[in-house]
């Protein structure tokens, strides 16, 4: 009849939680075993947090990047003009962002004058980035239009009122309604040389984008005045493109460039930050497999407290084996009790790591409280918070990882529990 006994029985469970629930002093679970079950927990805690805040950081980065910036920028090749001169002016940006507007996916096109000048106001100095576009086009930025993280009406933007940075607002000190000068060194040409070229603009608009670097030293202003400003009247120097799916961007390329015309180039939001994502892949992978490395460490302790079990039930697996337990039932019972500590600690494992991506600003702002500040460095990290996104397949691969690791390592001390020679563990008795 034992022969016949159907895997994994009741009686099979009831012997193993009767030896997991057992006292010490009884040969019951020993201290390697609850060793176990806590790494267990920390290490399955510690993948699905560190997962959750890889694929959180991800998304936050590429959402402030997709949000703020072009998805395709459209320039020059440098070209001689009729004067003699070297440029990368776009004189027909008109008729070229109407091309563009036409192929399949283009969301929006705006054309652009940039540069590169000092701000200041109240005795304090910035260096900025001008982004010369009109309104209609600032109110198609996602992360730029946001009303919940701006200040002011980006309705006054335009004529000679300007949008900036929250950034560099904090480092000038003004607010909506105060007045900046802007300071370019490539003014007029005279005798004596160039003078600098300054004018003064109301901000009538602050935003923030999420951007550490953008917040502190992008200006827009509107498109006219900064044609005006430059010298480029006339004249655009790119045009910024916005697409429905930004992630196939590339696949668009040939349309693009065929829609611009001969001299057009393409510069997309992989080519500006493709080097960075790929060092974030690279490091997500190594940490994985770090932390895949320590779920395995805290899985071997279940072989050290089977070991013990086996040992200290030697006795009983004879007994058992005497009264007609097949090798089979009793690798199961014990591969039962290993595996039961690695699935209960994997299930808490899980349960700490989501608690952690759902709570994790509240976590933080203690963290910082207890740290007196400055844990997370905009400057450095590029965006404000420490952002964690929860995902099916984080978690579900914290999870096979876990129980797979753990079921196969309570494999062998199981085997060496089964093969015990009844004569030989009753000998003594």
């Known amino acids: 009849m034992a022969g016949r006994t159907a895997p994994f029985s009741r009686f099979e469970w009831m012997i193993a939680w009767r030896y997991l629930r057992a006292r010490r002093a009884e040969g019951g679970v020993s201290v390697m075993t609850w060793i176990s079950l806590v790494g267990i927990t920390l290490a399955v805690f510690a993948l699905i947090a560190t997962l959750a805040v890889r694929s959180g950081f991800r998304d936050e980065f590429v959402d402030t990047i ?9 320039y020059s090749q440098l070209y001689e003009t009729e004067d003699g001169q070297r440029s990368r002016m776009i004189e027909d940006y008109a008729e070229m962002a109407d091309r563009v507007r036409q192929v399949e996916g283009v969301t929006r096109v705006a054309p652009l004058v940039k540069g590169q000048v000092m ?22 930025i996602p992360r730029i239009a946001d009303p919940e993280t701006s200040r002011g009406d980006i309705g006054a933007f335009g004529g000679e009122t300007v949008a900036i940075g929250s950034g560099v607002a904090q480092i000038l000190g003004v607010g909506v309604g105060d007045r900046v000068r802007v300071i370019s060194p490539d003014g007029a040409k005279t005798a004596f040389g160039t003078s600098p070229r300054v004018s003064a603009f109301e901000v009538g608009y602050i935003f923030t984008a999420g951007r550490y670097d953008i917040d502190r030293t992008r200006v827009y202003m509107p498109f006219g005045a900064a044609q005006t400003f430059f010298n480029s009247e006339g004249v655009a120097d790119e045009l910024e493109v916005m697409v429905e799916d930004p992630e196939e961007v590339g696949a668009m390329g040939t349309a693009l460039l065929q829609a611009a015309g001969e001299r057009a ?5 992989r080519d500006a930050s493709g080097s960075f994502l790929r060092a974030l ?89 207890v740290m007196g500040g400055g844990v997370w460095d905009p400057s450095i990290r590029g ?9 099916l397949r984080d978690v579900l691969s914290a999870v096979l990882l ?28």
């Not at 997709?66 to 459209?74: D, M, P, S």
């Not at 013990?308 to 058992?320: A, E, F, S």
């Not at 129980?403 to 000998?427: C, H, K, N, Y």
């Open 402 to 429: 876990s129980l797979g690791l753990s079921f196969v390592v309570t494999i062998f001390p199981a085997r060496r529990a089964a093969r015990l020679d009844p004569v030989e563990a009753l000998r003594y008795e």
């Open 383 to 391: 965006i404000y918070a420490l952002p964690a996104k929860l995902e």
């Open 66 to 74: 997709l949000g703020a910036n072009a998805h395709v920028t459209i």
């Open 265 to 269: 180039l393409l510069w997309t939001w």
């Open 119 to 140: 701000a200041t106001a109240n005795g304090e100095n910035a260096g900025v980035e001008i982004f010369g576009i009109s309104p209609d086009d600032l109110a198609t």
């Open 281 to 369: 892949e690279v490091e997500d992978n190594v940490m994985f497999i770090i932390l895949s490395i320590l779920v395995l460490i805290a899985a071997m302790n279940i072989v050290s407290g089977l070991i013990m079990l086996v040992k200290n039930k030697g006795r009983d697996i004879g007994i058992l084996r005497t009264i007609g337990l097949t090798e089979g039932a009793v690798l199961r019972v014990f591969f039962i009790c290993g595996a039961l500590t690695g699935t209960i600690g994997t299930l808490l494992g899980v349960i700490l790591g989501c608690l952690f991506a759902l709570y994790i600003d509240p976590i933080f702002a203690a963290v910082n409280y």
